[in-house]
């Protein structure tokens, strides 16, 4: 490292330390801001977002050296701004003190629940959807009343520089901060009041153990590989346009994509042809400027070993787009279906994160529940069937963060419902409600009556006791 890049890593080290602890000391002279001024912090990250779209767009674009404009509007910016609605409308309603039952030995007492800010939040967040994995859970913060910093990953530093500078000209630096080039060990060795990470299981592992020093409650949105069956009874060719538009968004660098598919041994070349028509309307070339690149060199050539690797094995992959070349100077690769796997394969027993989809063929789908079953449960599960009975038998005999019927990822953007993982796909929730819980303390508040009846226990015990006792005892107080 020489001196001017030293210096550099110095300064920044520097400030996010003072916003740190200048967050740490707002939120604790203020620890409960008011419905206005949550209200008023949302909608300037609102306005930020509709404000500076096309540049959020270029920024992305140059950060992953080709990504669609449309794609990034589509799967990151609007999910955004129709979240910050959704809570912005619901905001009073989830900030106001829940009435719990009380039990009659306590008569005249009255319990509550205060769902009450934790503090300052931290945010680590990866380079494939940057800008969405950076501020929804920024959304569920700051409607919670909480603080935030975000660390962006270090291929996203173009975006980065941009939010930091179009974040500070907005908020103060005590309610919202991104600090580019931030070192991830300096950054989550704070002793924050909740830590949140977007990333892989292994590095989550190492957060883990970082964040119990402290004692951080963490949310972790990981990944794995996200299983998709098509049942026999679903047409080949809705399930082919449906699911591949999922999988090769971003160039199938998403966290919830489809990882692998099952398809029913005599459907197998019927979806082959099915996905070659599908993708080259779509992508007529892989050169097209909406197909994206893949994100850098590692990335590209761990995706080119990986398709190697099971050639190599006895894989047979097919590329959708024909005789369409690897591009190794734009890093695009064609979509490709790989039949004939097997579990010595790369493919098969790590996360894809790329436009290779692995086909399985299937007899029985009891078969294709218990494979399921057999590895870690996985960020989604993609399920085609009109069948009633085999969506009711797949969905209550596996488990998975989030699940799909008829089409895949979409759970994702329905601001109803809670996104998160389980297992080695991640803990814990935000989005909608169950955001704005998992970045508040549910804080329980006892509020004896005028006259304490459970006085009347008090020592010294005696027949009075045993009397009112047995009576609670027989009537269930």
Not at 45 to 65: H, K, M, P, R
Not at 240 to 246: I, K, V
Not at 386 to 403: C, F, I, R
Not at 437 to 458: H, Y
Request: glycine share 6%; with cysteine.
């Amino acid at each position: 490292m020489n001196s001017a890049t030293e210096a550099a890593a110095i300064e920044t080290e520097s400030r996010f330390q003072q916003v740190f602890n200048t967050q740490r000391q707002a939120s604790r002279r203020n620890p409960y801001p008011s419905l206005e001024e949550r209200l008023d912090r949302l909608t300037k990250l609102e306005s930020l977002l509709v404000d500076n779209q096309d540049a959020i767009a270029e920024a992305i674009c140059a950060d992953f050296g080709n990504r669609s404009a449309q794609e990034t509007k589509m799967l990151e910016i609007f999910g955004l701004i129709s979240g910050i609605t959704y809570s912005k409308k619901r905001l009073k309603k989830w900030m106001k003190p829940q009435k719990r039952h009380v039990g009659l030995a306590y008569f005249g007492a009255k319990n509550t629940v205060l769902p009450q800010p934790k503090g300052v939040i931290g945010v680590v967040t990866p380079w494939n959807y940057p800008l969405f994995l950076a501020l929804s859970p920024v959304t569920s913060a700051l409607g919670s009343g909480n603080r935030c910093i975000v660390k962006m990953a270090a291929n996203s530093q173009t975006l980065a520089k941009l939010l930091d500078k179009l974040i500070s000209e907005k908020f103060s630096a005590d309610v919202l901060a991104v600090i580019p080039g931030v070192s991830a060990t300096e950054f989550t060795h704070q002793p924050w009041d909740h830590l949140v990470f977007t990333g892989s299981p292994s590095t989550a592992t190492t957060v883990m153990e970082t964040a119990a020093k402290t004692l951080t409650p963490v949310t972790l949105e990981l990944g794995g590989k996200s299983p998709t069956i098509l049942a026999d009874d679903y047409d080949v060719k809705t399930f082919a346009e449906r699911m591949l538009f999922g999988k090769f968004l971003n160039a199938g660098q998403t966290c919830v994509a489809p990882d692998y598919v099952f398809v029913p041994r005599s459907k197998v070349d019927a979806f082959v042809a099915a996905a070659k028509e599908v993708v080259s309307n779509r992508y007529p070339s892989a050169t097209s400027a909406d197909y994206t690149s893949i994100i850098d060199q590692k990335a590209f050539n761990r995706l080119s070993s990986t398709l190697e690797d099971a050639q190599q094995k006895g894989a047979k992959p097919i590329n959708l787009l024909g005789s369409d070349p690897i591009n190794e100077e734009t890093r695009k690769i064609p979509p490709h279906v790989v039949l004939d796997t097997n579990e010595d394969m790369a493919i098969m027993q790590d996360e894809i994160f790329g436009p290779l989809l692995p086909v399985k063929p299937y007899d029985n789908i009891d078969d294709v529940i218990e494979y399921i079953n057999t590895h870690e449960r996985p960020l989604a599960l993609y399920l085609y069937s009109n069948d009633k009975k085999v969506q009711e038998k797949v969905t209550y005999n596996t488990l998975s963060g989030g699940m799909c019927i008829n089409d895949s990822m979409f759970h994702v953007a329905q601001h109803d419902m809670p996104f998160g993982g389980i297992g080695n796909s991640g803990m814990g929730h935000y989005h909608g409600l169950e955001g704005f819980n998992e970045f508040s303390k549910l804080r329980p508040i006892f509020k004896q009556a005028s006259i304490s009846g459970v006085l009347a226990m008090a020592p010294p015990y005696g027949k009075k006791f045993e009397k009112m006792y047995n009576m609670m005892i027989k009537f269930k107080l």
